[in-house]
Structure formats: structure tokens, C-alpha cells
């Protein structure tokens, strides 16, 4: 097949979650599709990313329940862990998802090609690589979802036993009894809540003011004291300037402070694209400075046959869940089918320390720096019946919404919460944001009773001006 031009309606760079969800939900509109993937479809999200990170969080939330059950008359004897065992279930469910997705794939007659791919003029994509080098395939349209990879610090090479990203730590058999995790945003947070429930001394190491930049500040308050109550210990502001091993250990250098002496040090300073050798001459598309492709709300690039979606775009969140819905924006415009593009004012974030962030919509501050007049009421989990029978109270939910003239409370604009599993109660506050209910229309929704959803519907009673339980 080598040097034989195929073509096809639509040719997708790239098998991660916005490159295997633009080919599934293209191919079941009728496209002619194919996907090229130089590792395995799934991409980071499903091998090295969002899956393996959060089978671990579990691991570690077992372990928390099972050192916390005699609260529950139930006796244990001395918790260990055989952090093996974890990473061979980790790949067993990996493997799983890897092949479902796989079957999905050739269900819908999506065609598989094996290798890196660089896009050329005239929508032509070359095969560089791989199994199948030498391949090209023309598409009247073509997708980039190349992705992403871990962004690294000078001064830190990455050795995958002292200086880890998330793509080594994922991959341990045995975890270190101390880490500094150098950046507190989502991913940082993560690793180190998650050594620590596993028993390890953490350090993290924020180079901004405050860890969850972005997050409300509320919500970086719940996690912060939680982190604290655990014996996390949370720089921020620090600049690290490198490290130096030591036999078994490695010395941290923070500027103008002590070092920080750890067994190994997780680098979560975020994610940059996947974008080298992607384009050959005369493609027609924008990369920006820092290399990320330009795309417009219909993911269409400079060149109006070439898309882009996931975490190649500029300025835009790099969640899996964006990805998806970034897939069906392209390939709805590619059908001529009515689109509504992705509001990233609007999109769910999910965060799955212990406690879980989740919020949609402004915080506070971001409302009132754009003019609003705010009403916002929140309302502690302590209160709740579902989380103290859980024995799980910490945590808050929050809400804000555009005051009207009369002072009540009109459109919700934000939703923010920390606290026990608040990652799968984000849905309908994620409703009431995108389809900008009041406070009375979302109020009106009926929770259920005893569940830890109800403490947003308290909220929301509270805010539409007659709570039950909140003034």
C-alpha cells in the first residue's frame, strides 16, 4: 500500500479521546473515515493520563476507607499496600477499555493506520513511521488531535527514577515514601493527595501565589485545610531552580529557601502540544508562538478543509470531555449539519484529589471582574446526612448567580464545589449554568433524600431566597 494516495471523507491525526470520538461519531453519520494513531487509539487520556491516574486515586481511597473503618465497627488489621498489584489492575483496566475501544472502531469500519503522521499540502497525510510508513491518505477533510505531553522544567531531566512526569509516575511498581510534586494545579493535586493517602511525606512546590489557580477561592480553602489536616505541606509562591541527587534521595532548590530533600520529584507543570513534525509545507494552517494550532468555535483552521480538537488547540482547556465535544462541533460542520460550538466559559471540571473538585461556570471573582452584581450563597457538606453517614463531611458547595434589581437572585453563572464525590453531582449544576436557569427554576428540581446532591439543591433553595437548612 505504501505510496498508494487512499481517500477518504474525513483523515484524523491522532487516537485520543477528540481523535477516536471524531472518527466513531463520523463514521455512524456515513463518513468514509480514517485514524491515524502512533501508539495506540485511547491516547494519553486512557494509557497514561486520565484512567491510570484515577484507578490509583482509587487505590488510595480504599486504602483511606479501610484505615478508617473501625469508625464502623468493623476491625482491620495493619493496612499495606502492594502498589504492584494496583498498577497490574490499572493495566487490566486499561487493557479492557483499550480493546472495547478497539472493537468500537472497527465496528463502525473506521480504518486503522500504525504510525506518525505529518500533514502535507492539498490535504495530503503521510505516514513517517511506524507500521505503516510510507501511507498516504488524501482527505477531503482532515482533523489534527495530536495531543498532548508532559511539559518539563529546566534544571529537572527526566530520568524516570528520581525526575518523573506523569507518564513515568503512572508506570512505578513500588511508590517512594516522599515526593515533592513540583505545580499545584489539577494534575499536581491529584499525586499528591494521592501519595499521601498511600502514606508518603509530600511537598508541594507552586510557583503562583496559590495551588488551584482558577479554581473559586473558597474551594481552594476546603482543599488546602484538607491537605494541611494531613500533613501535606503546600509551598506556594517558590521558584525551584533544580536539584541535586544524593544517594537514594534528591535535594529540591527553592530560591531564597531551604531545600527540599525527597525521594523523587513529579513534575505536573502542565501539558504542551504534540505539535512538531505534525505540518509539511503549504498546509495552510496557524500555529501560534508557543505551538499550538489556531482554530476558530467551529474547530476549522486557516485552511477550511483542516480541522483541530483536544489539547492541540489554542487557548482552549486541555480535558478529555473538550475533546469530545470539540469532535462533534468538527464533524458537524464538516456534514453541514447546524452546530452549537463548545462555550469554554461553560465546560465541567473535574478534579479528583481527596477532597474531588468540581465546578462549571465564573467563580466570584471572575463574575465580578466582568461587571456582574453577585448573589452567592454556599453551603458546608457537614450538614448533610449522606456524608456523615459516609464519614465524609468535609467540603462545600457554591453558587453564584447575576443579582437582579430587586436584589434577588437571577441567572446562575457559576457552580463550585469541594467535597465527597463531588465529580459525579456536577451535572446539574453544569445544566443549570449552560442553559442559564435562575436560582427559583433550578431550585424546583426535587434531590433525593438521603443523598449528597441534596446539599446543591439546599444551596439553590438558599439562593432563590427561602432555604430549608441555609439562611
Not at 478497539?102 to 506518525?116: A, C, M, P, Q, Y
Not at 471540571?349 to 466570584?364: C, D, K, Q, R
Not at 456524608?387 to 434589581?405: H, L, M, S
Not at 443523598?451 to 431566597?465: I, N, R
Amino acid at each position: 500500500m505504501a505510496n498508494e494516495v487512499q481517500q477518504f471523507d474525513v483523515v484524523i491525526i491522532g487516537g485520543g479521546p477528540g481523535g477516536y470520538a471524531a472518527a466513531l461519531y463520523g463514521a455512524a453519520a456515513g463518513l468514509n473515515v480514517a485514524l491515524i494513531e502512533r501508539d495506540k487509539v485511547g491516547g494519553t487520556c486512557l494509557h497514561r493520563g486520565c484512567v491510570p491516574a484515577k484507578e490509583f486515586l482509587e487505590t488510595a481511597h480504599v486504602r483511606r476507607t479501610i484505615e478508617h473503618a473501625s469508625a464502623f465497627g468493623i476491625g482491620t488489621g495493619e493496612v499495606s499496600v502492594d502498589f504492584s498489584v494496583s498498577q497490574a489492575r490499572k493495566n487490566d483496566v486499561v487493557d479492557k477499555l483499550h480493546k472495547g475501544l478497539s472493537g468500537l472502531l472497527k465496528g463502525r469500519k473506521v480504518t486503522i493506520f500504525e504510525g506518525t503522521a505529518r500533514l502535507d499540502a492539498d490535504q495530503v497525510v503521510r505516514i513517517v513511521d511506524g507500521a505503516d510508513a510510507g501511507v498516504e491518505a488524501k482527505g477531503t477533510n482532515v482533523i489534527l488531535a495530536a495531543g498532548s505531553v508532559p511539559r518539563t522544567l529546566p534544571g529537572f531531566d527526566v530520568d524516570g527514577t528520581i525526575v518523573l512526569t506523569s507518564d513515568e509516575f503512572l508506570d512505578l511498581d513500588t511508590l517512594p515514601s516522599s515526593a515533592a510534586v513540583i505545580g499545584g494545579g489539577a494534575i499536581g493535586c491529584e499525586f499528591a493527595s494521592m501519595l499521601s493517602d498511600m502514606g508518603a511525606s509530600v511537598t508541594i512546590l507552586e510557583g503562583l501565589p496559590t495551588i488551584l489557580a482558577g479554581c473559586d477561592s473558597e474551594v481552594v480553602s476546603v482543599v488546602q485545610r484538607s491537605f494541611k489536616k494531613r500533613g501535606i505541606d503546600v509551598r506556594a509562591g517558590v521558584n525551584v531552580t533544580g536539584h541535586t541527587p544524593k544517594k537514594g534521595s534528591t535535594a529540591v532548590h527553592v530560591e531564597g529557601g531551604e531545600d527540599v530533600v525527597v525521594d523523587v520529584v513529579v513534575l505536573a507543570v502542565g501539558r504542551r502540544p504534540r505539535s512538531e513534525g505534525l505540518l509539511g509545507d503549504g498546509t495552510g494552517v496557524e500555529v501560534n508562538e508557543r505551538g499550538f494550532i489556531v482554530a476558530n468555535s467551529s474547530m476549522r483552521t486557516a485552511n477550511p478543509n483542516v480541522y483541530a480538537i483536544g489539547d492541540i488547540v489554542a487557548n482552549t482547556p486541555q480535558l478529555a470531555h473538550v475533546g469530545f465535544a470539540e469532535a462533534i462541533v468538527a464533524i458537524k460542520t464538516i456534514l453541514g449539519e447546524p452546530v452549537v460550538p463548545v462555550d469554554y466559559d461553560r465546560v465541567p471540571w473535574a478534579i479528583y484529589s481527596n477532597p474531588e473538585v468540581a465546578f462549571v461556570g465564573l467563580t466570584e471573582a471572575a463574575a465580578k471582574e466582568r461587571g456582574y452584581d453577585v448573589v452567592v450563597k454556599k453551603d458546608p457538606f457537614g450538614g448533610n446526612s449522606r456524608a456523615q453517614i459516609i464519614g465524609e463531611t468535609e467540603g462545600v458547595v457554591k453558587i453564584i448567580a447575576e443579582k437582579r434589581a430587586d436584589g434577588t437572585a437571577g441567572q446562575i453563572l457559576g457552580v463550585h464545589m469541594a467535597g465527597p464525590w463531588v465529580t459525579e453531582q456536577l451535572g446539574a449544576g453544569y445544566y443549570a449554568v449552560n442553559w442559564e436557569a435562575t436560582a427559583e427554576e433550578a431550585a424546583a428540581l426535587i434531590q433525593p433524600h438521603p443523598s449528597l446532591s441534596e446539599t446543591f439543591g439546599e444551596t439553590l433553595l438558599a439562593l432563590s431566597g427561602r432555604g430549608l437548612h441555609v439562611g
